[in-house]
């Protein structure tokens, strides 16, 4: 009689799995972890209860109302809550409904075009609702565990060839957040933009030849004085945010108690703050139901135009991201339309990133916009 498998056998140590799951294994999905449980430790700080950073949070949840704008840099000082804000958007985010058993999370309202899982399976898609996947890729990240490789488990124990997604297979239709994004290894950036401009990931390798969906809104946070980002990866983010130390003495205290009482009862914390929370998400939701029909006026696309010109951006991806972003942003505050004011206040975070350097210009990119803004789209 044949040996069962090493996992089947009563004492064995059961292999340890990469992240994802093979695309023939049906059953929850790797998205399903990200939920909050009970055993995941203490619950995430609550978006609501950041203090300041109004610009890192308005970008954050303009990227969640409308994933097109193309993701957020959020770059500054340590510990002024990048990455607290970013966990605390991912746990008030509203569920999204996915096919079920599909590696990929695929939306079932739409057709299954380039999904392996979809485009083979027969009869009805199953739907169930999931958390919105918000997956951190390390630093340290290996490109098989990024882009997924042979199920070595499945190769071993049954001799079959399969394939195993990877990080870029969770993050479909989510978040994929990189701390220190500029320490990022070249080949991963490489990866990350030829993956960022189609949508879709290609893996050939071991005998594999798999193309999946992968669009996902890349968030990173980091530290300038550790190093600049590669100019091709920084021009795929839609919105480049600067955050600093608070300075104002009410609000540094403000933080630091909020902190403290955070890490003294985190459920209790927490719990204060939940209502403020579902405010957030019941906003997201209605924003997200507003924006296909909210137009932007041709006086707004042409005031958008003319600050590209007199800013000297190149391409025309300036005028799109300022486009997507004002849209998003009026339909978050239930706007009917979308006016200059949308477009002055999102300019700073969809262009400061965009400009060439100006030698005979010591003043900063963040000033440069401004001085445009003031001239252009002053009333």
Excluded at 165 to 188: K, Q, T
Aim: hydrophobic share 40%; glycine share 8%; charged share 25%.
């Amino acid at each position: 009689m044949a040996s069962p498998p090493p996992e089947a056998r009563p004492g064995a140590r059961k292999p340890r799995r990469p992240a994802g799951r093979s695309i023939e294994i049906a059953g929850p999905l790797a998205h399903d972890a990200q939920a909050p449980r009970a055993d995941d430790g203490p619950p995430t700080f609550p978006f609501s209860a950041i203090v300041g950073q109004d610009e890192m949070r308005r970008a954050l949840l303009i990227a969640a109302v409308d994933p097109s704008v193309g993701g957020v840099l959020v770059f500054g000082d340590r510990g002024t809550g990048k990455s607290t804000a970013i966990r605390g958007l991912a746990a008030l985010l509203p569920p999204m409904a996915a096919v079920a058993g599909c590696p990929y999370a695929c939306d079932p309202a739409e057709p299954p075009g380039r999904c392996p899982h979809c485009a083979g399976a027969s009869g009805a898609r199953k739907a169930h609702a999931i958390p919105v996947p918000v997956v951190d890729l390390p630093l340290g990240a290996t490109e098989d565990r990024v882009v997924g490789a042979l199920d070595l488990e499945r190769a071993l124990t049954r001799g079959e060839k399969a394939f195993e997604p990877g990080l870029l297979a969770r993050a479909n239709r989510g978040f994929l957040y990189i701390d220190e994004v500029n320490l990022l290894d070249d080949h991963l950036v490489d990866l990350l933009l030829d993956v960022a401009a189609s949508g879709v990931n290609t893996v050939e390798r071991e005998g594999l030849s798999v193309r999946h969906p992968a669009r996902f809104v890349l968030v990173g946070s980091g530290n300038p004085e550790e190093g600049e980002l590669r100019p091709q990866l920084l021009d795929r983010f839609g919105l480049a945010v600067e955050v600093t130390t608070p300075t104002d003495l009410p609000t540094r205290i403000d933080v630091v108690r909020r902190r403290d009482a955070y890490e003294r009862d985190p459920a209790g914390f927490c719990a204060a703050y939940a209502e403020a929370d579902r405010a957030i998400r019941r906003t997201l939701t209605a924003a997200r139901a507003r924006l296909p029909a909210l137009s932007v006026p041709d006086a707004t696309l042409e005031a958008a135009a003319r600050l590209c010109l007199a800013l000297g951006t190149d391409g025309l991806r300036g005028e799109l991201t300022l486009m997507r972003t004002a849209r998003a942003l009026a339909a978050y505050e239930g706007a009917e339309t979308v006016d200059l004011d949308h477009l002055a206040r999102i300019a700073p975070s969809a262009l400061r990133h965009r400009l060439r350097r100006n030698p005979l210009d010591e003043s900063g990119s963040t000033a440069r916009v401004a001085r445009a803004v003031e001239d252009l789209l002053a009333r």
